[in-house]
């Protein structure tokens, strides 16, 4: 009793119980983004039939350093060279940060070597912060859940990179770029972390309850909604109505992706509902005509087809804050800022990308041959296949 009435009496007891709620339901946040830094994204590159190992492996390394260096940078950009405080939010930026140089990596998978990788993590992540900083600094721009700063940057950074190290013979396929039953079946491991986790993702940095609120719900939506026009757009345009398992494996996440410019903005759910819709069918349109255009006319090899879930869909939610805004349904911008944000996005992130491909294309050589794209055999000791037993 005597203990009781001590606590009851503490003027700090409520205080403390407070913080410790609120810190517990900021790291369910900051573990759900991590399971997709190091589950969602490596898993979702495991498709291809002999570079498992890779795809998961370097997804691990270059997340390790991707996060200390995206700590430090963005501290020193947002800090002014001040000291750095380290805490979640820190910590969940780190993520992000990770999160652009996955999506890139996606790009040049299997085609670049692991010390090429960490190099381009160190450039692109520091270009990275540098664009954040413009359009949440200087154009005041809204994207809460990075669709512009994140998927768009990230996938256009890749393809420059891909384009910069594009060598001749891809054009027609390589023999060992495809992937086998259980290959795809680990990669979709990948796709429904992904899937499940995003409305985290999208959420994870609102300002107030009310935006973080809106960012789950209409996140949610967008996924749904994308799913079952994913799942529809392929069997359109699929052979004798097929689906294919590369545009379930990636389109159904394009939802999250599109929406997360508006995803704290009142957009009603029917708002919701029509940019997720919108980009699964962009996302399986663009797997099925134009990836295939980039190959053979911009000379542009994209092994995962980021461009098609990143950002085709980033750019779908760039133009879908400006319609939220024309709309009346958000006054956190203006439709000027939130172009020259995408703009801003866009544009670094190709100069970027072509800078750090020429850089690891002719100053940090490394780059595999042809002939060993897309196996882990030349960076990981891996186990032999079993010879048939002719006997």
Not at 71 to 96: C, E, L, P, S
Not at 138 to 153: E, L, N, R, V, Y
Not at 270 to 282: D, E, Q, R, T
Not at 336 to 344: E, I, K, N, R, Y
Request: charged share 10%.
């Amino acid at each position: 009793m005597k203990q009781s009435r001590m606590l009851s009496s503490s003027p700090t007891a409520p205080t403390q119980q407070k913080w410790t709620d609120l810190l517990s339901y900021i790291l369910v946040i900051f573990q759900d983004v991590h399971v997709m830094i190091f589950v969602g994204f490596g898993f979702l590159m495991t498709f291809l039939k002999k570079y498992g190992f890779s795809s998961v492996g370097i997804n691990l390394l270059i997340a390790a350093l991707g996060l200390q260096w995206g700590t430090f940078v963005q501290g020193m950009v947002h800090r002014h060279g001040q000291t750095i405080y380290i805490g979640i939010k820190n910590m969940i930026n780190a993520d992000f940060s990770t999160a652009t140089v996955l999506i890139s990596f996606g790009a040049v998978l299997g085609k670049i070597s692991p010390t090429q990788m960490l190099i381009m993590t160190i450039i692109e992540i520091t270009v990275f912060a540098g664009n954040e900083y413009v359009v949440g600094e200087i154009f005041q721009a809204s994207d809460i859940g990075a669709s512009m700063t994140i998927h768009a940057f990230g996938a256009y950074f890749g393809l420059a990179v891909a384009g910069a190290l594009y060598r001749t013979g891809l054009r027609k396929g390589h023999e060992k770029e495809e992937s086998e039953y259980h290959s795809d079946l680990f990669a979709m491991i990948g796709t429904l972390f992904l899937w499940m986790f995003w409305p985290s993702f999208n959420s994870a940095i609102a300002e107030t309850a009310e935006e973080q609120y809106l960012a789950i719900i209409n996140t949610y939506l967008s996924l749904v909604a994308c799913v079952l026009t994913a799942f529809a757009m392929s069997s359109l345009v699929g052979h004798r109505g097929k689906l294919d398992m590369v545009h379930i494996q990636n389109a159904t996440l394009a939802g999250g992706v599109a929406v997360g410019t508006c995803a704290d903005m009142k957009i009603h759910p029917y708002g919701s509902l029509i940019i997720g819709s919108i980009a699964g069918m962009v996302s399986v349109l663009g797997f099925r005509f134009l990836t295939p255009c980039l190959t053979a006319k911009l000379r542009i090899h994209d092994t995962c087809g980021v461009h098609n879930l990143h950002g085709l869909p980033g750019v779908v939610g760039g133009l879908s804050s400006i319609v939220a805004i024309l709309l009346g349904v958000s006054t956190a911008s203006s439709m000027t800022m939130q172009a020259a944000a995408l703009g801003s996005s866009i544009g670094s992130a190709i100069a970027g990308g072509l800078i750090t491909g020429l850089i690891l294309r002719f100053i940090v050589r490394g780059q595999p041959s042809k002939d060993n794209f897309f196996d882990d055999s030349v960076y990981w000791e891996v186990p032999k296949e079993k010879e048939l037993d002719n006997v």
